[in-house]
């Protein structure tokens, strides 16, 4: 995939709208397990996906950090393990000092002092004190990962905020990111219009689709907003 063209990692795109996005336009986007939890709230982040499984030492992931372009996430498959951190201070130091857009540990990490002042956001299982204690095996760098089943390849794209983390093919990540900023437009312009006294069934005119409805029972809200441009998804 041609990152240059893909959605540009400096523009927040909120995950609810993606969300949203993958529903009207019947694109397949993987949700990674809701037990992985910000460090940092507040902070959401996207960007071509930098898989790697980690193997008990730290070459693995320097070699991915050293390979993976400007605004990248970091996708550290440690099995879940939650007997050891697999990342610690000076590897997210490393991929933020690389540009990347930050990091998602399917494992533990460590040093959550430390990580909070770097600032790279990260998504992770938890926190535990003691790095890797096996013998890593001898070997290259796999460049893929798993978050308990859920697939993350080369190619893919990873958005992340406080509702979570997606996993998302790069071979419409264009289109689903467009879609996603048009539903966060229109959807920010209605709750500045609620702010303003303006309620949502007035902005929807609701009464005319409940008129429309009674007239055909088949009529669903989420196609009425089709036809009219709404964006909220029910």
Wanted: glycine share 10%; with cysteine; charged share 20%.
């Amino acid at each position: 995939m041609d990152t240059n063209a893909a959605p540009s990692p400096s523009t927040p795109v909120a995950t609810a709208a993606l969300a949203d996005a993958a529903v009207r336009l019947g694109i397949p986007v993987a949700v990674a397990p809701v037990g992985l939890s910000a460090l940092l709230a507040g902070q959401p982040f996207h960007g071509p996906a930098a898989p790697v499984t980690h193997l008990g030492s730290v070459d693995v992931l320097l070699e991915t950090i050293d390979d993976a372009p400007q605004g990248a996430v970091l996708v550290v498959d440690n099995r879940g393990r939650r007997d050891e951190a697999c990342v610690g201070d000076l590897m997210l130091l490393e991929a933020r000092l690389a540009g990347m857009a930050g990091a998602v540990i399917w494992g533990l990490h460590r040093d959550t002092a430390q990580l909070r002042e770097i600032g790279l956001p990260v998504f992770s299982l938890g926190a535990h004190p003691f790095g890797p204690r096996r013998v890593p095996p001898a070997g290259t760098a796999m460049r893929s990962a798993f978050l308990d089943g859920v697939a993350v390849q080369p190619g893919d794209w990873i958005a992340a905020d406080d509702d979570g983390v997606l996993v998302i093919g790069g071979d419409r990540s264009d289109e689903l990111f467009a879609e996603a900023r048009r539903i966060q437009t229109v959807e920010g312009a209605q709750a500045e219009r609620m702010r303003a006294g303006a309620s949502l069934r007035d902005q929807l005119d609701f009464r005319r689709y409940r008129e429309l409805q009674s007239a055909d029972p088949t009529l669903t809200l989420r196609r009425y907003l089709a036809e009219t441009g709404g964006a909220i998804e029910t």
